[in-house]
């Protein structure tokens, strides 16, 4: 070879090697640079195909990544049919493996007469790939992977050969070791650049963390109240904010750019059971979400806030659960300040029942703003109980909500109602002569208001008549609470009643004193009474049921789930016992105003009340009153 053809074979050489040099400074893709390689080592020796194999992560085979002259199908067949293994087994014997493992080129001048490359003997033979050399491709002294060239027909791959060859494959090292630094490098420029907006996002998110944290811890200790909450929550969000009690009537409004929320659909929006308490989530009532307010485990508010939970983002929520416990703190503060006063009306209601110094109770009584100069009416508001079940009292949760609705109410009105609780009772002194609603009419937005707050459950409430002078109070709280029971009693609950609706039990249940309403109840019942106590039967309970079924021995014996010759037997018992014909229509009277009398003195002072002269009841009210319970124990087992 002249000197002239060795200068150009060199330059050849060198310029092949500064295109992949050139490649890894572009930079260029990795898989591109593998395809470079295996073209420019094609067209520096002038072989029919060459591809470039790297090793897999785990080592345990090779992978043509980069190819020139080789078909799609013959790379792709090589790669998931006949992998190239690096471990142990017929295909980590070729000569691929080999030039990995040992570092050193492996030439095979005829793929057929060699048995190592029979696993890809008849893919070559059909693609005419005749002769193969394998060079290691190194990185740092470890081998990579492998540059392979393939001839069509058998050749002999000489020594000069495989040196340029060797070259090129360390030349292709160096360049695939750059590439995958560059690749690494960008790769950490990549992850530097996304934990930098990261970092970004997380101190704006610290920095509206801080603002949701600062605004609504200021709320809480200045005591805003619940309006200054929705305020806060509203500027957060940049949404409307109404806060709701249970029942729907709204607490607080927040308007934003002027928008308020409508409350009307949110206080017909009725919550199950689970939704009641669930976390933050969209109502059915339009485009509104809702978060509950709660004290331990009673619901004592929701949030309304205009639009859709996913409208949120995290700290949007996070305002969300903050505002509704910073919500909970002012509600708090609030119920004790009510209940401190509750209490000390009850306390003036108290020595008011009881008759105790005027000009003293008047002079606290306007000290809480209540002016007892004025008429004012008794009104008496309980929680019904299931079945009639009077004697059961009612959850101190429920007498604690029913204050609420009617001091809500009393709220809107002056002058200022008293409103206070007397054991299972919530009474309320309305002031007559005034504007605004009347006394009856304030009964009945209280008992609807508790119909929706209660749960599910109701409440019965009794208009009690107006009282002009202080001692006026107990026999009209007395009347109205007896009023109340005896509703109850003969189921007729979840209604506003007067005591002139009681008829006959309203005229009884206005005598002041009941010892003769006891010693005649007595005198009719207490045989059958005593009886009841010896034979453990139940003829009071039986008689009581024949009156209220029109005085008819079937019905009476469906009612006691008895046979009719049982109610009939018991009935001549009774008609022995008393001394009447049940048939006669004077002693009919006389035992349904019997039973009419023993309701109304066990309702109206019950088997532990004081009598009006603040005294015990006789022995007699007491046997009476216990006859009323034992009729209701009675009607409970038959139900």
């Not at 963390?209 to 109240?225: D, K, N």
């Not at 209540?370 to 949760?397: C, F, I, W, Y």
Request: charged share 20%; proline share 5%; glycine share 10%.
């Amino acid at each position: 070879m002249t000197t002239e053809t060795r200068h150009d074979e060199v330059r050849r050489w060198l310029a092949g090697v500064g295109t992949i040099a050139a490649a890894v400074n572009a930079p260029v893709e990795l898989p591109a640079l593998l395809d470079l390689i295996a073209r420019t080592a094609c067209e520096l020796t002038g072989y029919e195909a060459a591809g470039v194999l790297l090793a897999d992560d785990a080592e345990h085979a090779l992978v043509i990544s980069g190819a020139h002259g080789l078909t799609t199908e013959y790379v792709a067949r090589v790669n998931a049919e006949h992998t190239i293994e690096l471990g142990s087994g017929p295909l980590s014997s070729g000569p691929s493996s080999r030039a990995f493992r040992t570092a050193e080129p492996v030439a095979i001048s005829d793929l057929a007469a060699d048995p190592s490359f029979d696993p890809w003997a008849g893919l070559a033979r059909e693609h005419g790939y005749r002769a193969i050399v394998a060079v290691p491709l190194l990185v740092g002294s470890r081998p990579a992977g492998t540059v392979n060239c393939y001839r069509t027909g058998v050749h002999h791959f000489g020594p000069d050969e495989i040196d340029l060859l060797k070259t090129l494959a360390n030349q292709a090292g160096i360049a695939l070791e750059t590439a995958r630094l560059r690749d690494r490098e960008r790769r950490t420029i990549d992850d530097l650049e996304q934990l930098n907006q990261s970092l970004t996002a997380q101190h704006r998110l610290l920095e509206q963390a801080e603002q949701i944290h600062r605004e609504l811890t200021a709320v809480a200790l200045r005591a805003g109240g619940v309006q200054a909450v929705a305020d806060a929550l509203a500027r957060l969000l940049a949404r409307p904010v109404l806060v709701a009690d249970p029942a729907g009537q709204p607490l607080a409004n927040a308007q934003h750019r002027g928008v308020l929320l409508d409350p009307a659909p949110i206080a017909t929006a009725g919550d199950t059971a689970e939704e009641a308490t669930s976390p933050l989530r969209d109502s059915t009532t339009g485009e509104l979400m809702t978060a509950p307010v709660v004290l331990g485990d009673e619901l004592v508010a929701r949030l309304w806030i205009a639009g859709r939970v996913s409208g949120l983002g995290p700290l949007d929520r996070r305002a969300v659960e903050h505002a509704a416990v910073v919500c909970g703190l002012e509600l708090l503060r609030q119920r004790t300040a009510l209940e401190v006063e509750w209490r000390l009306r009850g306390d003036v209601l108290s020595d008011l029942l009881g008759g105790g110094d005027s000009a003293g109770l008047g002079a606290r009584a306007e000290s809480l703003g209540h002016d007892l100069t004025r008429p004012h009416s008794v009104l008496v508001v309980k929680a019904d109980r299931p079945g009639g079940q009077v004697q059961q009292g009612a959850g101190p949760s429920d007498v604690r909500r029913l204050l609420g609705i009617a001091q809500v109410t009393a709220d809107g009105s002056g002058p200022r109602p008293l409103v206070t609780s007397w054991g299972d009772y919530v009474v309320v002194l309305w002031p007559e002569g005034r504007p605004g609603p009347r006394a009856a009419d304030a009964a009945e937005a209280i008992r609807q208001a508790a119909q929706r707050a209660l749960g599910g459950g109701t409440a019965s409430a009794v208009v009690g008549r107006c009282c002009i002078a202080l001692s006026d109070y107990a026999s009209a709280f007395r009347i109205a609470r007896g009023a109340l029971e005896l509703a109850q009693l003969r189921g007729r609950t979840n209604r506003t009643s007067t005591v002139p609706d009681l008829g006959v039990y309203g005229l009884l249940l206005q005598l002041e004193d009941p010892r003769e309403l006891v010693r005649f109840a007595d005198g009719v019942l207490a045989p059958l009474h005593h009886y009841d106590e010896r034979k453990d039967l139940s003829l009071v309970a039986t008689l009581r049921t024949y009156l209220e079924q029109g005085m008819s021995t079937s019905r009476t014996a469906a009612a006691l789930f008895v046979h009719p010759n049982t109610v009939g037997l018991r009935l001549r018992r009774i008609e022995e016992l008393i001394g009447v014909r049940l048939a006669d229509p004077g002693a009919l009277l006389h035992v349904k105003a019997a039973f009419m009398a023993e309701d109304v003195t066990g309702s109206a002072w019950g088997s532990s009340s004081p009598a009006p002269d603040g005294g015990p009841l006789p022995g007699a009210a007491r046997a009476s009153a216990s006859g009323v319970d034992r009729a209701r124990g009675e009607r409970g087992r038959k139900t």
